[in-house]
C-alpha cells in the first residue's frame, strides 16, 4: 500500500517535472515571436556601455549600437501613445558617427525627449544627452569629456628588439597612417591631430547648438576634462540633478499626465533568450516558494 | 478479517480542496515562469489608455490568446495525464479521491474531456459555470464534462461495520 502510493507520488512528480520542462520551451517559442510592444506612454531606451555603429562579439556582447538605437527611437516616435521617450545613459561614449547617427534621431523625434544619465554620461554619451530636451545627472555622475581620442600603441621600437621588420608596401603614402608598427612621422602626427581637432570642432558645435551655450564658452569647457554632474549643472551641461524621479516628474509635467514608462529594446536572439528564459524560470520559482513560505510568517511586507 | 472497500461520490468540499491543491501546484511550476511575460502583455492603466493600446497593438490580442491557450493545454496535459495514469491528481492523492469510468476501463480521451473546462479561451470559458452548477442537479455530484465523458470522481469509503471474516 505504502509502496502503491509512493510510486504515485512518482508518477506526479515526473509529470510536473516534464511539464515544467514543456512550459520552459514554450515561453522561449513564445519569446521568439513577433517582439511584444510595450503599453506606456514613455518609452524608455537604455544606452549602455560602449556606443557603436554596430554590436560586434555576438550575444555575449555588451554595448549600444546607433543603428539599434535609432531604430528605437524611430518606432517611438511614430507608437501611437507615447508622448515621450526617456533615455537612460550610462557609457563613457563610443564613436563620433555612432554618438551623432543617435543624436540626430532624437532631434528629429517630435516627442519629448529626457536624458537620465546614471553613473556615466561622458564623451559621445554626452553627444547623445545633448541632443535631448532636458538633461537630469545625479550629482555625482560623470559627464563632460568633449573631446576626441586617438591614442593608440606603438610597438615599432618593441618589434625592432626582436629583429622584426615591418615590411612597408603601401600605394598612397598615408595608406598605413596610424599604423602600430612603424613610427609616426611629424607629418602624419600633424595629420592624425588636424583630423582630430575637426572632430572636435564638431563635437563643441554640436554642445554648443544643443544646449544653447555661446560657442566660446562651450570651447573652453571642451577641453576632454569630465565633470561631475554638480559642476556639469553650473557649466550648463545638465538641467536637473537628481534621477528616475526627476527625470519622470519632468516628463510628467511637460505631458500632463501620469508617465507609464514602456521598455524599448531590441528582440533578443535565440541563445539570450535561452539564458534569460532560464534565469527566469529559477527565479519566479523562487520567488513564489520564498513569498509563500516568508510571507505567512510575517517575515516579509505585503 | 479484511475490510471491504466501497466508493462514494466524493464530497464537494473535498474536491474543491483537491483542485485548489493541483491549481497551486500547476502555479508554482508550470505559470509561474509565464507570469513575467504576462505582466510584459498587459497594460496598466485606464481604459481608455488600455482601449487605446489594443487598437494600436492589433496583433497582441491574438498573442495573449494563444499564450492563454498554451497555458490551458499545460494545465490539461497534467489533469488527464495523472488521473490517465494513476487515476488520481496530486490533490486527489491527498484527499484519497479517484476518477473512474462509469463504462469500462478509463480512457485517455476520457480523462482530456473531463478537464476541458481548464482552457481559459473561449469557447471552454463558458463551462467555468455550466460544469460546476450541473453538480447542483446530479446525483453523484457529476459536473457536465464528467457526464459527458462518463466519468465520476469518488472517494474511497472503508464502512466501519463491513468485515468480512476469514
Known sequence: ????????????????????????????????????????????????????????????????????????????????????????????????????????????????????????????????????????????????????????????????????????????????????????????????????????????????????LPYEKTKEIATGMFYLGKQAKELGLVDALGGKEEAIAYLEKQMNATATLAKYEKPKGFWELLTEVFAEHSFRLGEGLGESLFRKKGLLET | MQKKSMYAPALLWKRFLAFLIDVVILDFVVFAPFSGAIKELLPVGNFHAMQEFFAANASLTSKLTLLLFFLGIIALLYFSILEYRIQQTAGKILFKLHVVSQSNELKFWQCLVRSLFIIPVFPFVLLWIIDPITMLFTQNNQRLLERLSQTATVELIYPKAFTVGA
Open chain 1, 1 to 212: 500500500m505504502k509502496q502503491e502510493k509512493r510510486s504515485k507520488w512518482k508518477i506526479v512528480l515526473i509529470v510536473v517535472l516534464m511539464l515544467f520542462v514543456f512550459s520552459f520551451l514554450i515561453s522561449l517559442f513564445f519569446r521568439l515571436l513577433n517582439e511584444v510592444p510595450e503599453f506606456g506612454n514613455v518609452a524608455h531606451i537604455k544606452i549602455y556601455g560602449p556606443i557603436m555603429v554596430t554590436k560586434s562579439g555576438g550575444w555575449m556582447s555588451s554595448g549600444t549600437s546607433s543603428t539599434d538605437i535609432a531604430e528605437l527611437i524611430e518606432k517611438a516616435d511614430k507608437a501611437i501613445g507615447v508622448k515621450a521617450i526617456l533615455l537612460e545613459i550610462n557609457s563613457p561614449g563610443g564613436s563620433a558617427v555612432a554618438s551623432d547617427e543617435i543624436a540626430r534621431a532624437i532631434k528629429k523625434s517630435n516627442k519629448t525627449t529626457v536624458a537620465w544619465i546614471r553613473e556615466v554620461g561622458a564623451s559621445g554619451a554626452y553627444w547623445i544627452a545633448s541632443a535631448t530636451d532636458h538633461i537630469v545627472a545625479n550629482r555625482m555622475s560623470v559627464t563632460g569629456s568633449i573631446g576626441v581620442i586617438g591614442s593608440y600603441l606603438e610597438f615599432a621600437e618593441l618589434i625592432e628588439q626582436y629583429n622584426v621588420t615591418y615590411r612597408r608596401m603601401v600605394a598612397g603614402k598615408y595608406k598605413d597612417l596610424g599604423s602600430p608598427f612603424k613610427e609616426l612621422t611629424e607629418e602624419e602626427e600633424s595629420l592624425l591631430q588636424d583630423l582630430l581637432d575637426q572632430l572636435h570642432e564638431e563635437f563643441i558645435q554640436e554642445v554648443a547648438s544643443n544646449r544653447n
